[in-house]
């Protein structure tokens, strides 16, 4: 299962008010793990609010554990999209191989000079996350880089590796290591992952096409949106959190509530964009007022999760 914003590619603006009050549980025995762990709390500060709303649920040391893991993701999405348009995707694809080197090596050896490198992985080591699911997020991070319309196949491949490992490395977390538990609960995860991805891809569509010149779903050009497709792309993303929900039941009481909470803003956010003509979509990016997202969170926490 993962937390809202897993999907690189479309964050939240940074917030500015990071890392002060963050309170971290370290996630190793040294200094420097504990200075990595650090680090990647004050990324994820900057860089998320939605995920905020969840990430506080969290028990510890789950909490810093899904912060170590979000953090190399939000910072390989910054090589990715960071809006300099003097750097050429060329240098980029350059620094994002290196990222990726950098992070297989800490895999191999647990140690890295890069923060946040080092902090995902102290948790991935832990875990039992490996390259069966990191190989994939790089892939889909280096798409983005080249690729800007795809097709059923390679969309496909990109959800996998933008959206659907990341909630996958978050199950190894919420699991401990229960290798019975992650694998009966991977399907409902990985599809949980996917709906996140498909939402913001819906609610991002002008922005994608206008000002990163991308287009996700297959055939399907800004200008041309109708209420007919909006309707069929968000029976397939309702039906992911139906499959999601069941799952999200059989979850730790460690992460039971933040992911419900998780769902439930997508689930929110999903209901708004189906009452909100095409034509409106295409110019405005649909949110969950805060008001909303707390009576969500509230609900989570009153029912563990379960309702």
């Not at 890392?19 to 200094?31: C, E, K, M, Q």
């Not at 992650?182 to 913001?200: E, I, M």
């Not at 933040?258 to 409106?280: D, I, K, Q, W, Y």
Request: proline share 6%.
């Amino acid at each position: 299962m993962s937390l809202p914003d897993p999907a690189p590619a479309h964050r939240e603006p940074p917030t500015g008010a990071a890392a002060p009050g963050l309170h971290v549980v370290p996630t190793g025995d040294r200094i420097f793990d504990r200075a990595a762990t650090a680090s990647a709390a004050v990324v994820i500060g900057e860089y998320s609010t939605s995920f905020g709303w969840a990430c506080r649920l969290l028990a510890e040391p789950v909490r810093s554990h899904v912060r170590n893991v979000y953090a190399l993701v939000r910072v390989a999405d910054e090589v990715v999209d960071e809006p300099d348009p003097t750097w050429p995707a060329a240098e980029r694809a350059v620094v994002l191989d290196r990222l990726e080197q950098e992070t297989y090596d800490a895999l191999r050896t647990g140690r890295s000079a890069n923060l946040v490198v080092h902090a995902f992985a102290c948790t991935a080591r832990r875990y039992g996350i490996g390259r069966d699911l990191v190989e994939p997020f790089f892939a889909s991070m280096r798409a983005d880089l080249s690729v800007a319309t795809h097709d059923d196949v390679s969309l496909a491949d990109y959800i996998h590796g933008s959206a659907e490992v990341v909630g996958l490395m978050c199950l190894r977390v919420f699991t401990g290591g229960d290798r019975a538990a992650y694998a009966r609960l991977a399907p409902g995860a990985a599809r949980l992952g996917a709906a996140f991805q498909k939402v913001n891809f819906l609610r991002d569509l002008a922005d994608d096409h206008d000002a990163l010149g991308r287009t996700y779903f297959p055939g399907l050009a800004p200008e041309s949106f109708d209420d007919a497709r909006r309707d069929a792309l968000l029976d397939e993303i309702d039906a992911d959190l139906a499959a999601a929900a069941r799952a999200v039941l059989e979850l730790p009481v460690s992460s039971r509530r933040a992911v419900a909470a998780a769902r439930g803003l997508f689930a929110e956010l999903s209901r708004r964009l189906r009452a909100t003509p095409a034509a409106e979509i295409r110019r405005t990016r649909i949110r969950v007022p805060d008001p909303v997202k707390a009576r969500i969170v509230l609900h989570a926490v009153l029912t563990g999760g379960r309702a």
